[in-house]
Nanobody
């Protein structure tokens, strides 16, 4: 059974930092695209960042320069380092895996096959 388990969310003041982790179990995703999405209350789930099998990354414009996605192949874990957080970053953050893509990516949540349960990030002003 494939599972993605996020951790690292919490409450932080504006300007602060958090590091989210997503540990995969049940299969390895080292050769697949892994991504982070977020969903704020009353809004649709939106793309945040993605990492390809070769290590290339891509980010939403709203987080570019502040967030960094990375992966530890040995640990089968993906990370999202978030710096310079603002209240607009408040959302539930989800880790996702695309089982069919490796070197190209989609920013559409519908194209991702596996999802974690989400972790809440709240940024106070």
């Amino acid at each position: 059974q494939v599972q993605l388990a996020e951790s690292g969310g919490g409450l932080v003041q504006a300007g602060g930092s958090l590091r989210l982790s997503c540990a995969a179990s049940g299969r390895t995703f080292s050769r697949n695209v892994m991504g982070w999405f977020r969903q704020a209350p009353g809004k649709e789930r939106e793309f945040v960042a993605v990492i390809l099998s070769g290590g290339s990354t891509s980010y939403a414009d709203s987080v570019k320069g502040r967030f960094t996605i990375s992966r530890d192949i040995v640990k089968n874990t993906v990370y999202l380092q978030m710096n310079g957080l603002t209240p607009e970053d408040t959302a539930v953050y989800y880790c996702a895996a695309d089982a069919s893509r490796a070197s190209v990516y989609s920013t559409d949540p519908a194209d991702f096959d596996y999802w974690g349960q989400g972790t809440q990030v709240t940024v106070s002003s």
